[in-house]
């Protein structure tokens, strides 16, 4: 098991990361290097805009044989990885769960999350099903989803692992990774390029606002400054510095 509470980003960051969204979060990656960040076909459930270190959780698909081999009773739920990332995970945490796009029985229902909202934990994002819609609805925990299947989890995954790494919507993470959430998704984050990505996200954010106001105020065509490039940076000067 990886510790996840080492050298986590000051919250100051992590508000910054989730006030830009997943979308300029995406551009500063791409930007780093970092191409294959957004989680493919995790959807939200329960939309909401977070941004919090990953707490993570493998399953492997269900046997009928696992309580044997593996040496655990079904009612020993208190000792399963799924329900450890509950009580082990901290306030603005989020759990990733990789149930290896399987959605034949939920991972997360009604009553598991109700238990993240009193613990305070951002976000649950789940490379699988979840349960009890109805139910999740009022708690407001952002809840994100591959689907929803009504079969509790034994139909058809088994929690195994707790804060290793994984894969959620075919992208890897670690444990304490940055994970970003809101409607347009789900954007997994090295922790070590934090400071960065806030800092080439605020660039890209104040020229695409520039732009918006040339287009608004000003009647310019779209390729005259975006996408935004040195042109469109040196403009953006011109017209701040002409304000003054």
């Known amino acids: 098991m990886i510790e996840v509470r080492k050298n986590n980003p ?3 960051l992590l508000e910054e990361i989730r006030r830009m969204g997943c979308a300029l979060v995406c551009d500063a990656l791409i930007a780093l290097g970092f191409k294959n960040q957004y989680a493919s076909g995790v959807e939200p459930i329960i939309p909401g805009g977070f941004a919090g270190p990953a707490v993570t959780v493998r399953y492997i698909p269900w046997r009928e044989d696992l309580p044997k081999v593996l040496g655990f009773r ?8 799924d329900f450890k990332s509950i009580e082990k995970a901290e306030k603005g ?15 997360f229902g009604d009553v598991m999350t109700l238990r993240c909202k009193i613990k305070g934990i951002a976000a649950i994002v789940v490379d699988g099903a979840v349960r009890d819609i109805p139910g999740l609805k009022p708690l407001g925990v952002p809840v994100y989803a591959r689907g929803v299947h009504c079969y509790p989890g034994p139909r058809g ?7 290793v790494p994984i894969s959620c919507g075919g992208v890897a993470v670690l444990p304490g990774d940055i994970i970003v959430g809101d409607n347009d ?21 104040e020229m695409e606002t520039f732009v918006r106001k040339m287009l608004e ?19 953006m000067q011109a017209r701040r ?3 003054r």
Do not use: W
């Open 217 to 235: 105020e000003e009647g310019v065509t779209l390729p005259e400054y975006y996408p935004p490039r040195e042109k469109t940076k040196q403009a």
């Open 185 to 205: 998704g789900i954007v997994v984050v090295p922790k070590q390029t934090m400071e960065d990505i806030v800092k080439i996200a605020k660039e890209k954010e």
């Open 74 to 81: 079904p009612e020993e739920r208190a000792e399963l990885a």
């Open 241 to 243: 510095s002409k304000k």
């Open 10 to 12: 000051s919250k100051h």
């Open 157 to 163: 995954i088994h929690p195994v692992d707790l804060n």
């Open 93 to 107: 945490d989020v759990i990733v769960c990789d149930c290896g796009g399987l959605v034949e029985g939920s991972a």
